[in-house]
């Protein structure tokens, strides 16, 4: 928890926007740093009664390469309208405030659990059925790929001083992903099909559940696009494995144990793929519904009585195939953001990009070659 002198342009901005705040004192004000890799995020409590009195301010405009920030405002509102995300209080070019909420992130090791396995199912399913105007439909993993020259940017980093000479031995070895067969290899995993809204950086860092009602919200929308329905899902399992909560280098570790079996997925699968055809109600009452959500047997049987088995099996293949592919997309992915944010200069304690981009890529290759070979990335199919 830090004091408040420090941060003379937030207090302006909190007191100009909420009424409640602005008779506080600033020694009354606290400020407490949350995690985030990608934005400055604040907890910012007062200590007097007032309502509300926690607030979540986020510093934009940090690290924002790429990010459309008038998108992601524009689907933090509709999501917060919906009841879907935090209530937003105030914004401008510099500062987000936003509504705290009493909840916890997702443990990684919770992911694949029976129970919240489900309930993320059905919770992205809901999000998925939002939309919102304005944004082009296209395929954000095709234009990634398209506007990322990754071996040219490899060569520049090559070039940079200041790279150790193991660093410079990864970035070459990387360069074997940014050749043009591999990236036509890449372009072919990418699934055409089933385009919607997706979050596209679903995390632990990014799953609140609130401590009283269990709801799931997804939060942070810097990379809200059109991609294929199993991304989401993809990124959740994938990057489960992650734990980015490392005090030393290169502050992040990777359990491969956490990544789910197959027919792990395909329960989650199954009660997202069922949970799509109803509608934000009906799926509001499933999500609470801790009863079916603990039963392994209630959606078999809902399933063979509501829905014509045969077509669900098939779209569940199908969605099972566009899973695997996606995994390789969001390891993939890792390796672009990796590369693009390594630098040869940085400071002693912070985030290593390039062994992140690296670490990842070996996943990429291992899971290819396995998809490519015996048509599946699960261990011990």
Request: with cysteine; aromatic share 12%; glycine share 2%.
């Amino acid at each position: 928890m830090e004091v408040s002198n420090s941060y003379q342009e937030e207090l302006r901005f909190i007191k100009a926007h909420l009424p409640a705040w602005k008779e506080v004192s600033n020694a009354d004000i606290s400020f407490t740093r949350l995690n985030s890799l990608s934005n400055i995020v604040y907890k910012v409590t007062a200590k007097t009664d007032i309502a509300p009195k926690d607030i979540i301010l986020r510093v934009l405009g940090k690290n924002d390469a790429g990010i459309d920030r008038e998108k992601e405002a524009k689907v933090f509102e509709v999501m917060a309208e919906l009841g879907l995300g935090p209530k937003l209080y105030a914004k401008n070019n510099t500062y987000r405030c936003e509504e705290y909420l009493d909840a916890n992130l997702i443990k990684n090791h919770q992911i694949n659990e029976p129970y919240w396995r489900r309930k993320l199912a059905i919770a992205l399913a809901k999000q998925h059925s939002v939309k919102v105007p304005g944004i082009k439909q296209m395929n954000v993993m095709l234009e990634r790929i398209k506007e990322t020259d990754l071996i040219l940017v490899l060569n520049c980093k090559c070039e940079l001083e200041g790279f150790t000479e193991e660093q410079i031995k990864k970035l070459t070895e990387l360069k074997a992903i940014g050749t043009p067969e591999e990236q036509e290899r890449v372009r072919d995993i990418v699934p055409k099909e089933n385009l919607i809204l997706s979050h596209n950086d679903v995390h632990s860092g990014n799953i609140l559940v609130t401590k009283k009602e269990k709801r799931i919200y997804f939060i942070d929308y810097e990379f809200y696009d059109y991609n294929n329905r199993a991304y989401d899902a993809a990124c959740l399992f994938v990057k489960s494995m992650v734990n980015f909560d490392v005090s030393k280098p290169p502050f992040f570790e990777i359990t491969p144990s956490f990544f789910p079996k197959y027919e792990d997925v395909k329960d989650f699968a199954t009660y997202y793929l069922y949970a799509s055809r109803l509608t934000i109600s009906e799926i509001d009452k499933l999500e609470n519904d801790d009863l079916r959500l603990n039963d392994n047997k209630w959606l078999t049987e809902e399933i063979k009585s509501q829905l014509n088995e045969q077509s669900f099996a098939k779209e569940l293949d199908v969605y099972m195939d566009e899973f695997q592919r996606c995994c390789l997309l969001c390891h993939y992915d890792a390796i672009l953001w990796g590369v693009l944010m390594c630098e040869p200069k940085k400071a002693m304690f912070s985030f290593d990009y390039l062994s992140y981009a690296y670490e990842r890529s070996k996943y990429y290759l291992n899971w290819r070659e396995r998809l490519q070979k015996i048509g599946n990335i699960f261990e011990g199919f």
